[in-house]
């Protein structure tokens, strides 16, 4: 019997045991036909129960459970019952593969398998070709327990059993190995099934692919047993993406946030989805004490509350939150997201910073501004969904600023034949010079009041009469110096084309 709030658990003891209770479930549903036989196995909200008769061997009975619950592939592809995927998801299958053996089954001897890589194609669309490639294995660890000492050599369940990196990656004990009991031992087994993986792609093609482990907090078995389910099933809002693309992210807390944000998006669908408090991201990576193998590299927490959490959902969400595929020298693609953003803001979300911190980093340089305009919607959308109010009126009056500026410039456009387009960009540039300029919460305060006078012949903004007192306290507050010269940027880049359109129009 293995109960989740056993005092002696650990929060991958806890994931392990989710991962062990979906594969029973898809024993008692979707995949009964591959389901041990002469055993007994149950799971209810806080326990599961494992159990076998005298006429079954211990490590007959062990062996049959591994059999059942860490298999492959016709393709080749590790196969965990316990995930619920379907035939047709060879995307998350192979996202799922690279993930774990680049990580849990990170060395050959753990998964022993073909020279050459094998592709699959991962398109969303029928006519699509988007080839992916991976090695094919002939076994992996789990499948006989290997590296875990959990038999004797006569046959029987060792007392005391070994932990191996394949169990917890990046786990280390010094200069000994990480003991448990056998039953223990056997429970860690199931951490692959129930810690979701993503492919870790920070707009650098890398030649050792870095991963991220979720490790959730499990806190209702039944419930995380459909969690896992719908989890790789796509949630609802999710499901414009590609299985493979869904599992790209740019950053280590974008992991974590992506995992709980689709899980807050299916509990207004299916009140059985959850069973999650929250989650500790683990990325693997290289690292520079040691080149030979890849190490657990951070972690990070990640809770569930996230006040601003709907920012990152309309980045992610849109083109900001697609992915780019690059062709490689060798057969297939390389995945790496479309831009920086959602996880500049996921990570700010994590840190408990402000939700753009840190966005002129992303246009320091003129090219890689240039490569945001374009994406536009993504920054309207992310505008939309802001809701502190000093945020949204600093933007407000920003854009309104900056509509009034494009009127004049197009006005004087029509009257002098110019290209209006050319002095957008013109204009445009200098904007963002200037405002990565100003060092002092004074030069950005006295540039922004210049700016907006300035759109207006020397009169007042609408912006400024309905909320004149927020403004002048918000932006004379050296407090807010980086969070308001991240919000001129932020502006700057959510001006749609259709409010330039309309600056047009009201000069006209």
Same mark, same amino acid.
Request: net charge neutral.
């Given at each position: ?6 005092? +002696? ?73 316990? =995930? ?18 680049? %990580? ?34 002939? &076994? ?5 327990? #290997? ?18 990196? *394949? ?7 010094? &200069? ?23 492919? =870790? ?49 740019? +950053?280590? #807390? ?43 590299? *951070? ?8 006040? !601003? ?37 996921? &990570? ?62 197009? !006005? ?15 204009? #445009? ?28 012949? +020397?009169?007042?903004? %609408? *912006? ?37 359109? #309309?600056?047009?129009? !009201?000069?006209?």
């Amino acid at each position: 019997m293995y109960r989740l709030q056993d005092k +002696g658990y650990t929060v991958y003891h806890r994931a392990a045991l989710g991962g062990l209770a979906a594969t029973i479930h898809a024993w008692q549903t979707n995949r009964s036909d591959i389901a041990p036989l002469d055993l007994k196995y149950e799971y209810d909200e806080q326990s599961v129960s494992i159990g076998w008769g005298e006429e079954v061997s211990d490590k007959e009975a062990i062996m049959r459970l591994l059999a059942a619950s860490f298999r492959l592939t016709s393709n080749k592809l590790i196969d965990l019952p316990g =995930l619920g995927l379907e035939d047709n998801q060879d995307g998350l299958r192979v996202a799922i593969h690279n993930g774990i053996t680049g %990580s849990f089954l990170q060395h050959n001897k753990m998964r022993p398998g073909e020279k050459e890589n094998r592709t699959v194609n991962v398109a969303m669309e029928e006519d699509d070709v988007q080839m992916v490639s991976y090695k094919g294995l002939y &076994s992996y660890a789990h499948q006989t327990a #290997q590296g875990t000492d959990l038999f004797t050599k006569k046959g029987g369940l060792s007392k005391i059993a070994t932990i191996p990196q *394949s169990l917890i990656p990046g786990s280390t004990a010094g &200069s000994g190995d990480l003991q448990a009991s056998w039953k223990e031992v056997y429970l860690l087994l199931y951490l692959i099934v129930g810690s979701p993986i993503y492919l =870790l792609r920070p707009r650098i093609q890398q030649e050792k692919l870095q991963t991220a482990i979720i490790v959730p907090y499990v806190t209702n078995l039944i419930d995380y047993t459909f969690t896992i389910k719908q989890f790789a099933r796509s949630p609802q809002k999710a499901r414009h993406y590609a299985d493979y693309d869904r599992r790209i992210v740019g +950053g280590a #807390q974008e992991a974590g946030i992506r995992f709980v944000t689709e899980l807050s998006l299916e509990q207004t669908l299916n009140s059985e989805w959850g069973g999650v408090g929250g989650c500790m991201v683990v990325t693997m990576g290289k690292v520079s004490w040691d080149n030979n193998q890849i190490n657990r590299s *951070s972690t990070y927490h990640i809770g569930t509350n996230y006040e !601003e959490i709907d920012i990152y959902l309309a980045a992610y969400q849109s083109a900001l939150g697609g992915v780019t595929k690059l062709k490689t020298k060798k057969e297939g693609i390389f995945a790496i997201p479309s831009s920086s953003v959602p996880a500049l803001v996921a &990570s700010n979300l994590a840190s408990e910073r402000h939700w753009c911190a840190g966005l002129l980093d992303l246009v320091k340089e003129q090219k890689d501004f240039r490569k945001l305009l374009p994406l536009k919607g993504g920054f309207q959308a992310m505008k939309e969904a802001i809701r502190n109010k000093q945020d949204r009126i600093i933007i407000e009056a920003f854009h309104e600023a900056w509509r009034r500026t494009m009127g004049q410039m197009g !006005e004087r456009a029509r009257r002098e034949g110019l290209d209006f387009t050319r002095q957008l960009e013109v204009e #445009q540039e200098k904007i963002r010079n200037t405002i990565l300029r100003l060092k002092t919460s004074d030069s950005l305060a006295n540039w922004f009041l210049r700016f907006c006078a300035s759109a207006t012949g +020397g009169g007042t903004l %609408s *912006s400024f009469q309905t909320n004149m007192k927020e403004i002048h306290a918000f932006i004379t507050d050296a407090r807010n110096y980086e969070r308001f010269q991240n919000l001129c940027l932020f502006a700057l880049l959510s001006y749609t084309k259709d409010e330039a359109n #309309q600056a047009q129009e !009201e000069e006209r």
